[in-house]
């Protein structure tokens, strides 16, 4: 169901409650993002706090990756 809501300007400390979408399109946004991204970072990790900001939803993204931690193995 895709609703043509006007969102706010895109930043990294944009709070969730502030940008326009609800739990349910929150919901919508994660289920999408596991089935093109293969993962789901909400129920494979064991660290209990959420993101707040758009900022922290990308990193919790980023930091829960496989590839995070091929990069890593890169980098060292």
Do not use: H
């Not at 969730?16 to 991204?37: F, N, Q, Y």
């Amino acid at each position: 169901m895709e609703t043509n809501k006007e969102l706010p300007p895109l930043s990294d400390d944009l709070a969730l409650l502030d940008s326009g979408l609800d739990s349910l399109a929150i919901a919508i946004v994660v289920t999408r993002l596991e089935d093109t991204l293969g993962f789901d970072p909400f129920t494979d990790s064991d660290d209990i706090s959420y993101p707040v900001t758009l900022g922290d939803f990308i990193r919790f993204y980023e930091n829960a990756s496989p590839l995070s931690d091929v990069d890593s193995r890169r980098a060292g």
